[in-house]
């Protein structure tokens, strides 16, 4: 959509840097929070508004920086980490390059457009049907791919079968209790108004 679509926008951007982001893809969201940010001035024709948008990305991506230089205390357990604890923190240098990656991709990817738009009216020219399914096959394999590569950041935080179940088995059992308990309380306080509603009958 970006590409063939209607191009380069700050909604969309937005849209990809607020999913991306909630899916765990850090990196992915920073640039998009990047992107929307410096198209502010196409997100709205209010100057209050760009200037929300501006703060907005510049949160996000201070947020993501957090997590991504975020080291938990030695003692800390699963249940008090804050909320910057995301993965293992990343290389320092990594995030401290994140605008100069960004300048270098963002070029990377312009230059790649231009050449697929110069290719494609090239095509065109030529009189070759825009339908044809190796239209771009030529160009594939002059410029080879554009995504980025798969790193780190894909691993998924997730807890073990048998922890899960551990923990439901515990938590059934601690229910339990609780109800036992909470009967046996009914059910002593039953007998003493019993016992207190006899005791004034026979007075």
Not at 12 to 40: C, D, K, P, T
Not at 187 to 199: G, H, N, S, T
Request: glycine share 6%; hydrophobic share 35%.
């Amino acid at each position: 959509m970006w590409q063939e679509g209607g191009g380069p926008n700050p909604h969309f951007a937005l849209a990809i840097g607020e999913i991306i982001l909630r899916v765990g893809q850090r990196y992915i969201a920073w640039n998009a929070f990047e992107r929307a940010s410096r198209m502010a001035a196409r997100f709205s024709a209010d100057p209050d508004t760009q200037e929300f948008l501006r703060q907005h990305c510049s949160q996000r991506q201070t947020q993501i920086e957090e997590s991504l230089r975020f080291v938990a205390a030695p003692d800390s357990s699963r249940r008090s980490l804050p909320w910057q604890y995301v993965s293992t923190p990343a290389d320092p240098e990594i995030v401290d390059s994140l605008q100069l990656t960004f300048e270098s991709e963002l070029a990377d990817g312009e230059k790649y457009q231009r050449e697929c738009q110069a290719y494609e009216d090239s095509q065109i020219a030529a009189g070759r049907p825009i339908d044809d399914p190796s239209f771009f096959d030529e160009f594939h394999r002059d410029h080879g791919e554009i995504a980025s590569p798969v790193g780190l950041e894909e691993s998924i935080l997730r807890v073990p079968r048998r922890a899960r179940s551990e923990f439901e088995s515990k938590d059934t059992f601690h229910t339990a209790i609780l109800g036992a308990g909470v009967g046996a309380m009914c059910v002593a306080l039953l007998q003493r108004m019993i016992w207190w509603f006899k005791r004034r009958k026979t007075l």
